[in-house]
């Protein structure tokens, strides 16, 4: 299994630019969420999916749209991207089970610079 | 949702046990904690997860007291290797997931 992919690796943006970064999963998961890390800090959840079709809105959703089409797919759209957004980006997946969900399974991340 | 405090940074030396201590006061009756370790460049791994008392597996142990207030990682003799940032997060759970939150996490730093 290759786990938890992320594309690009590093992208650079202008202000106003929009992009989109991609993230898969082959362990078939039900869980998938964004989440942001910015310098020295933990990680921010920006919107999570808890099953194809289904989404919802993690602690800073602001800037940012998802689309959960498939079970393996997860993208994460910035519509208009602004300086505040320079970060690294980690997808993640989560298998629930007993409504007790169990470990997170990261991505390598990508790293966002908008200038 | 329970929040998290753990200290900034701790230090030790190859071959010591390093003991991380996590606060969650707030910590609901169904939430389960979990560790997490981070590399530079890399994404968070999962290390362990408990629900009360004491878990072990071949990387480290968790201490859970009765009131499950706080968690205790414990790192058995450490190795350079395991110079890392420590996210302790409470409350998977699929009722919660939205207001998952970790902390800014602990930098250990394992010299010779």
């Known amino acids: 299994n290759a786990g938890v992919t992320q594309t690009p690796k590093f992208q650079v943006l202008k202000t106003g630019q929009s992009m989109t970064l991609q993230c898969a999963q082959d362990?078939?998961?039900?869980?998938m969420s964004w989440y942001r890390q910015d310098p020295g800090m933990g990680l921010r959840l920006i919107h999570y999916?808890?099953?194809?079709?289904?989404?919802d809105q993690g602690e800073v959703p602001n800037g940012y749209n998802v689309s959960r089409s498939t079970t393996e797919d997860f993208p994460l759209r910035l519509l208009s991207a602004a300086p505040s957004q320079t970060s690294v980006y980690f997808c993640?997946?989560?298998?629930?089970?007993?409504?007790?969900?169990?470990?997170?399974?990261f991505g390598p991340g990508t790293r966002l610079t908008v200038t | 949702l329970a929040k998290t405090t753990q200290p900034i940074s701790m230090d030790s030396y190859e071959g010591q046990e390093v003991n991380i201590t996590c606060s969650h006061n707030?910590?609901?009756?169904?939430?389960?904690i979990t560790w997490y370790q981070q590399f530079p460049s890399q994404g968070p791994r999962f290390i362990i997860q408990?629900?009360?008392t004491k878990v072990t597996n071949e990387v480290a142990s968790l201490f859970i007291p009765a009131d499950r207030k706080s968690s205790t990682l414990s790192l058995p003799r450490v190795s350079l290797s395991d110079t890392a940032v420590y996210y302790c997060?409470?409350?998977?759970?699929?009722?919660?997931?939205?207001?998952?939150?970790f902390g800014a996490g602990t930098q250990v730093v394992v010299t010779p």
């Open positions: 993640a997946s989560s298998y629930v089970r007993a409504g007790v969900t169990y470990e997170q399974y």
């Open positions: 362990m078939n998961h039900e869980y």
């Open positions: 999916s808890v099953g194809a079709g289904i989404t």
């Open positions: 707030n910590i609901a009756t169904n939430d389960y």
């Open positions: 408990g629900y009360k």
């Open positions: 997060l409470v409350g998977e759970r699929a009722d919660s997931w939205g207001k998952l939150q």
